[in-house]
C-alpha cells in the first residue's frame, strides 16, 4: 500500500501552510487546475485541496491550504515525516491551456498557490502572462517570486494598502482593461466573491473569462453530487466536469448558498 509521507513543511503566513508531499505517482500525471482528495485518519473527512506546485523528476506534490475547519487544522498540526492516510489524485480536468495570446491569471488569497501552476503552463505555451494576485495584507504576502518567475508583468494588491496597490484585484483588471491594453482570456482563482466579481466586471466587455470553483466535495468522483453547481442553468458536478467552468454561466449566489452549509463547524478547530 502506498503511503504518502510529508517530506517538508511550514507556514506561509496566518494560519496558512506549504507541504511537500512524496507522491510519485500524482506527480507523475499531475497539471494545471487539478486537485487531490486528501484524508487524515480513518474516521475522517475528504476534503479537495488544488495542487499548487508539483515536480515529476522528484515525484513531489506541493499543498498550500488555510486552517478553515477541522480537518485543515488536524493537518496543520501534523509534522514532518509523518504520513497521510490518503492522498487520491489528481483528480478534475485539468485547466485547458493554448497559446491565447495575452492572458490575466487573477488568485486572490491562497488562491494565489493555484494559480501558480497555471501562470507557469500559460507562459510554456507561448502566452504573455500578467498576473494579478491580491492579499488581506502584508503579512499574507506569499510566493510573489515565484508568480514573478512566470509573469511578464505582476501586479500585486492589498485590502488595506501595506504592500502592493491598494485595493481589489478587480480594480487592477479594471485599469488594465480601460487602458486599452488587448486582453484574450482571464482566469480567476479565489474565493467566489472575488471570481463573482471578475466576471461580472468582464462580461459588459465580452471577455473569456474561466473560473476554477472552490465548491463543498465528499467524494471526489462523481457519486455523492455534493459538489453539484449550477452552469449555464445545468447541473454539473466539480469534481467531474470542473473544476474550471465559464465564469460568465456559473450561478455564483446558488454556490456561496451552499458553502454556506458547514459554516458553523469551520469555526472551530476541536
Not at 42 to 48: K, L, N, S, T
Not at 55 to 78: H, I, N, S, W, Y
Not at 171 to 188: N, P, Y
Not at 211 to 226: E, F, P, Q, T
Request: hydrophobic residues 40%; positive net charge; contains cysteine.
Amino acid at each position: 500500500m502506498q503511503r504518502f509521507r510529508i517530506l517538508e513543511k511550514y507556514g506561509l503566513g496566518p494560519k496558512m501552510h506549504f507541504v511537500l508531499m512524496d507522491a510519485p505517482l500524482i506527480a507523475r500525471k499531475a497539471k494545471a487546475g487539478q486537485f487531490v482528495i486528501v484524508r487524515i485518519r480513518e474516521q475522517g473527512e475528504r476534503i479537495p485541496l488544488t495542487i499548487a506546485d508539483f515536480d515529476r523528476e522528484k515525484g513531489t506534490v506541493t499543498l498550500v491550504f488555510q486552517e478553515a475547519g477541522k480537518t485543515t487544522c488536524l493537518f496543520a498540526a501534523m509534522k514532518e515525516g509523518e504520513y497521510l492516510l490518503d492522498l487520491l489524485g489528481p483528480q478534475g480536468n485539468p485547466t485547458e491551456i493554448e497559446d491565447f495570446g495575452r492572458a490575466v491569471v487573477v488568485g486572490g488569497g491562497i488562491g494565489v498557490a493555484p494559480v501558480y501552476p497555471l501562470a507557469r503552463a500559460l507562459k510554456e505555451k507561448g502566452n504573455t502572462v500578467i498576473s494579478i494576485i491580491g492579499y488581506r495584507s502584508r503579512e499574507h504576502v506569499f510566493w510573489e517570486d515565484k508568480m514573478k518567475a512566470v509573469s511578464d508583468r505582476l501586479i500585486i494588491t492589498t485590502n488595506d494598502g501595506s504592500y502592493g496597490a491598494k485595493g481589489f484585484v478587480t480594480d487592477m483588471l479594471k485599469d488594465a482593461a480601460a487602458s486599452g491594453e488587448k486582453i484574450d482570456v482571464v482566469f480567476a482563482i479565489g474565493p467566489p466573491v472575488m471570481m463573482k466579481a471578475v466576471a461580472e466586471m468582464t462580461r459588459p466587455l465580452n471577455l473569456k473569462t474561466i473560473v476554477s470553483l472552490n465548491s463543498l466535495m465528499v467524494c471526489g468522483m462523481g457519486m455523492c453530487g455534493a459538489c453539484r453547481v449550477s452552469v449555464g442553468g445545468k447541473t454539473k458536478f466539480t469534481c467531474m466536469d470542473g473544476p474550471d467552468f465559464d465564469g460568465h454561466a456559473v450561478d455564483f449566489g446558488l454556490l456561496m448558498k451552499r458553502l454556506e452549509t458547514y459554516k458553523g463547524e469551520e469555526r472551530s478547530c476541536g
